[in-house]
């Protein structure tokens, strides 16, 4: 195995059991002071956040209140956007790898020769076809694309527009960029 690879496998590792360690920690930690509070976690937790006083920095008992709806959310949409950033590079790697795995049509979403959907009758002759939202659904590496960016974008706004403490965003930014990184590796070796 390569220093390139083992590195790789190292980092998916770490992200995956600090995901299982975080979500353990949640469900059953011995400080469960988000479950003592008469306020219920749900898919806005922002007015427990604005009730409570302003915490210390190294004070990080209430970070299972910032795991609400929209910030699971938020992770679900950076996890597809692992997914179709693995798709993607996957592709890249190797253009042929759905008509290998998966038996599909070189001239197909997902064939080898997919870009010429980009055009008139499949021609590059015969010029480009009007580009709407990027060429989005004519083939597997603009579609890939377009969905690793705007996953990638809104929940990275999403989670950095939370009304909670930026210690607690910046905490759920990274899990997610983890959870991302996860999804993207997984998907790049099972597609390899």
């Given amino acids: 195995m390569s220093k390139k690879k083992a590195y790789s496998n190292f980092v998916a590792q770490f992200c995956f059991v600090t995901i ?11 400080d469960v002071a988000w479950v003592s509070k008469p306020y219920k976690t749900g898919w806005n937790n922002a007015a427990w956040f604005q009730a409570q006083p302003k915490e210390k920095f190294l004070d990080w008992q209430n970070i299972g209140m910032s795991w609400d709806g929209k910030q699971l959310t938020a992770w679900g949409a950076l ?10 590079e996957a592709y890249h790697a190797d253009p042929y790898i759905f008509e290998d795995s998966w038996n599909a049509n070189p001239d197909g979403f997902w ?3 997919a870009w ?8 590059p002759k015969q010029g480009h076809k009007a ?19 705007f996953g990638l974008s809104l929940s990275s706004i999403g989670t950095g ?16 960029m983890g959870i991302r990184t996860l999804f993207a590796r997984v998907t790049y070796e099972t597609l390899r």
């Fill in 20 to 30: 299982v360690l975080l979500c353990f920690g949640k469900c059953f930690g011995q």
């Fill in 79 to 88: 996890a597809l956007s692992g997914v179709a950033h693995g798709m993607r």
């Fill in 111 to 113: 064939g080898s020769d």
């Fill in 116 to 123: 010429k959907r980009n055009y008139h009758n499949n021609d």
């Fill in 131 to 149: 580009e709407y939202f990027a060429n989005f659904g004519r083939d597997v590496w603009h579609t890939a694309d377009e969905v690793d960016v």
């Fill in 161 to 176: 527009m939370r009304k909670q403490p930026w210690k607690y965003r910046l905490a759920n930014f990274a899990i997610g």
